[in-house]
């Protein structure tokens, strides 16, 4: 004591006290924002109600950090404008009737029915989300496969993460990330793509970080502004936007050229070296350099670099998916470790930063690009194998996939598609070009929002709004960024007359009339067991997504379980899952050989001119999660950032004559969006970042094109011209604003 009070020279020293919280029972849960997967403990008090949370620190992988969003989390269960009721109205100007829950799903069930008797099965749509349990995604897609059998079923990871499953299916010929963050304390080298993840997956960051401190090695960011990543970086390429294929294919230009590749991986797992060889040709650094902005003698500094490093990995996330080379883009991030025999060993991948929670539980389970488990509907052997576990005829199901969410809103807009079913999204303030989405709405003969919140922005075009439970009030379990399977315990009841999705799920099967045939598990741990089953392979076949041998109670005990995870294992006794796929270099394609793709750029963006002078790029901070329908309702939180603010350079301000704290109105094609200057050399003077977390501001202006495989938009990329607003008129807008 002595010590201490020497060491702080104060004698009367007045401790930080911690209120007593009187915790009696502690429940097991994954955070519900992004997809670094922390497991977070919920304090309940003996009137069960939850007065505190934790980090888990025998969790593999937060080791009892979590973020701020994570932290304040807990806050979401009471927070302000959660639904309570079932609300239902014949038309969008008229006032909200509160509904029983019967009636509400029955109204529902007889306008499906009715929209596609009229104009047929597909005129239905149903867009769901990367936020749900997996049980939910599990048993949206029987519904919707099943039951309503529309094709036209997507989810938001369209805006998301569906260029970097095109890029693992189009290489490895099935989904799934092959590496894990345990690769940071292996590997030589780390490249990172458009991806920041100090904010957006802090505790991702925190692994690198500490991995880093430990023993040092190269980190290469690529990204037109400088993130906080780049800051951290030991080289930091502030590319062109949207010339990412440019950089990688000159990279492997030299590293071809230079005899650097790992010619015997090639030779033993790779097909099509000569074509990429030849298409490479074309990208010599001097080239090169003109198109992506970096300068000939960096990109042979870093191909060497990371063709040298004994293991080098590659991490992106939406600076390359949200790209109309996404797709391209994710080809040739694992084009370049193929080539350098990079994928499958400790410190050695090609490993896509996922985006929500459970976006990874959606792509394997939801059915929404094809049959659970990455099923495929184009193969009749799959079509086959879940029909008869479902108990439903083969030929219910279509032969391929249907309409994506960014073709749907299309559909919707020439009139093939008249109602629709929006399950824990917000797409009018989350997708491109608001004005357009806005037109496309006001169609829609019926629409259902099933949401947590009644006050999201998207609401206001709906005739029927289910009031969702969120979270901790449910039970099941999400899929990490590592394939991690994490469990999310029940530790409270569903808020009002709110109700678990699953609830609503299974609720509006009974009205459809092939449920009378199948199973409908009424707890999401019997759905989990069903999962298991479908998950297991037949004869001859090969499935890395296996979790047949989990159940929720090894997976909390473990928190978390890597798949493949298959039951002989469990009944070993071993009970760790596998860090890693392909560490044999045995694909899932028909040859098991990796098909290396080569990519051709074209510059088909809209790229700033005389009279759009600036780059609008878009993105993230770490406190607010995206439309802000949760983060937004914080108080703790939405302090750091209430307002709709843009990044601008302070040389690009000062020619305009704006300061720090001014409003500027952008204007691009689409429209026009007011936001504050916040000035940073974050960005270069020819570009702007805003934040997307704001209704009403960077989506009004963005163009959105599509990669032509994924269908995903280039949220990043368009052009923008500014000028002055006058600041009484837009500090008045901007207190009649949402805010919370
Ligand atoms: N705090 C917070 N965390 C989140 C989320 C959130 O809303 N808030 N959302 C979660 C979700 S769903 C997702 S998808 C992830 C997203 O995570 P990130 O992708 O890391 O986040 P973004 O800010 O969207 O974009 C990252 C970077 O891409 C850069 N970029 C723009 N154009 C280009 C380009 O042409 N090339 C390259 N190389 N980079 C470019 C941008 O400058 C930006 O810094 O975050 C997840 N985590
Ligand atoms: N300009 C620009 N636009 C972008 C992006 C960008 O970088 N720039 N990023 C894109 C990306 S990567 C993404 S992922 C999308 C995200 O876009 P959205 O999915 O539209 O955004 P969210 O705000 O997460 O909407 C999710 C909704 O689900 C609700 N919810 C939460 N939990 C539950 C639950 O358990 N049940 C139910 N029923 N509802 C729940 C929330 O209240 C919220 O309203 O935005 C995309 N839009
Ligand atoms: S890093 Fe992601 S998963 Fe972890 S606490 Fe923060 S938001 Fe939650
Ligand atoms: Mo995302």
């Known amino acids: 004591r002595q010590t201490i009070r020497m060491l702080f020279g104060r004698k009367k020293r007045n401790p930080i006290k911690i209120p007593e919280k009187n915790v009696s029972e502690w429940k097991y849960s994954v955070c519900n924002y992004c997809s670094t997967g922390c497991s977070i403990e919920l304090g309940l008090d003996d009137q069960g109600k939850v007065v505190t949370s934790r980090g888990v620190a025998d969790a593999d992988v937060n080791r009892g950090k979590l973020c701020i969003k994570g932290i304040l989390e807990q806050e979401l269960f009471e927070s302000p404008g959660r639904g309570t009721v079932?609300?239902?109205?014949?038309?969008?100007?008229?006032?909200w009737q509160p509904s029983s829950w019967d009636d509400t799903l029955d109204r529902c069930a007889e306008k499906i029915k009715s929209i596609q008797q009229q104009y047929g099965p597909d005129s239905f749509a149903v867009v769901s989300t990367g936020q749900l349990l997996t049980e939910e995604f599990y048993t949206l897609g029987k519904l919707v496969r099943g039951c309503i059998g529309t094709n036209n079923y997507d989810g938001n990871t369209t805006l998301c993460m569906a260029s970097a499953v095109s890029g693992y299916k189009r290489f490895f010929g099935s989904d799934g990330p092959p590496g894990c963050?345990?690769?940071?304390?292996?590997?030589e080298c780390l490249m990172a793509f458009g991806s920041n993840l100090p904010e957006q997956h802090p505790i991702i960051y925190w692994r690198l970080k500490e991995a880093r401190e430990k023993r040092h090695f190269p980190m290469i960011v690529i990204d037109p502004r400088v993130t906080m990543l780049a800051q951290w970086a030991d080289i930091h390429l502030p590319i062109t936007p949207g010339t990412d294929v440019v950089l990688l294919n000159s990279m492997m230009y030299v590293i071809l050229n230079e005899g650097l590749e790992d010619a015997a991986y090639i030779e033993a797992h790779?097909?099509?070296?000569?074509?990429?060889?030849?298409?490479?040709?074309?990208?010599?650094?001097?080239?090169?350099?003109k198109i992506c902005g970096i300068d000939e003698d960096t990109i042979r500094n870093v191909a060497r670099i990371y063709a040298k490093a004994g293991s080098a990995m590659s991490i992106w996330t939406m600076g390359i998916n949200q790209s109309t080379h996404g797709s391209d883009g994710v080809c040739n991030i694992n084009n370049l470790n193929l080539i350098t025999g990079n994928i499958g060993k400790p410190g050695g991948t090609s490993l896509s930063i996922t985006g929500q929670c459970n976006a990874m539980g959606t792509r394997e389970w939801s059915s929404c690009s094809g049959l659970p488990g990455y099923r495929l509907l184009e193969n009749p052997k799959h079509r086959e194998q879940v029909a008869d576990f479902w108990n439903v005829d083969s030929d219910f199901f279509p032969e391929k996939v249907g309409l994506k969410q960014t073709d749907i809103f299309p559909a919707i807009e020439t009139g093939q598609i008249k109602g629709m079913w929006l399950v824990a999204t917000n797409p009018l303030t989350s997708m491109a070009n608001q004005g357009r989405i806005r037109k496309i709405m006001e169609k829609l003969d019926f629409l259902i929002v099933q949401d947590v919140y009644q006050d999201v922005e998207t609401v206001e075009f709906a005739h029927a709004y289910l009031p969702a439970a969120v979270w901790a009030e449910k039970q099941g379990c999400h899929t990490n960024t590592e394939r991690r399977v994490n469990l999310t315990r029940n530790a409270l009841p569903a808020y009002a007359d709110s109700k678990p999705d699953f609830w609503i799920f299974n609720q509006m099967a009974k009205r459809f009339e092939n449920s009378k045939r199948m199973q409908f598990p009424d707890d999401t741990e019997s759905a989990f067991e069903e999962m298991k089953q479908l998950s297991k392979a037949e004869e001859g076949e090969r499935r890395t997504l296996d979790i047949s041998g989990m159940s929720y109670d090894l997976i909390e005990a473990k928190r978390g379980i890597q798949w493949p995870y298959r039951d002989e294992k469990a009944s070993a006794g071993e009970d760790k899952g596998e860090p890693r796929l392909y560490t044999d270099g045995v694909f899932q394609t028909p040859t098991g050989k990796a098909k290396l793709i080569c990519v051709n750029f074209v510059n088909n963006n809209e790229c700033p001119d005389d009279e759009y002078p600036f780059w609008m790029n878009s993105g993230r901070v770490v406190e607010h999660f995206h439309t802000r329908t949760r983060t937004g309702k914080i108080g703790n939180i939405n302090k750091f950032s209430p307002t709709p603010?843009?990044?601008?350079n302070p040389d690009a301000a000062a020619k305009m004559g704006l300061k720090a704290g001014d409003y500027v109105r952008a204007i691009s094609r689409r429209g026009d969006a007011v936001a504050m200057v916040q000035l940073t050399q974050r960005v270069a003077p020819n570009m702007v970042f805003i934040p997307f977390h704001y209704h009403d501001c960077v989506n009004r202006l963005t163009l959105g094109l599509l990669d032509p495989y994924s269908r995903?938009?280039?949220?990043?990329?368009?052009?923008?011209?500014?000028?002055?607003?006058?600041?009484?008129?837009a500090a008045e807008l901007n207190k009649v604003r949402r805010q919370f």
């Not at 790779?270 to 350099?289: C, F, N």
């Not at 995903?712 to 008129?729: I, M, S, T, W, Y």
Request: aromatic share 8%.
């Open 712 to 729: 995903q938009p280039a949220f990043k990329q368009c052009a923008v011209k500014l000028e002055r607003v006058d600041q009484a008129e």
């Open 86 to 95: 079932p609300l239902l109205r014949d038309n969008t100007d008229d006032a």
């Open 645 to 648: 603010y843009m990044e601008m």
């Open 181 to 187: 963050y345990e690769d940071f304390e292996h590997t």
């Open 270 to 289: 790779t097909e099509g070296i000569e074509a990429l060889r030849e298409t490479v040709s074309g990208y010599d650094p001097k080239t090169a350099q």
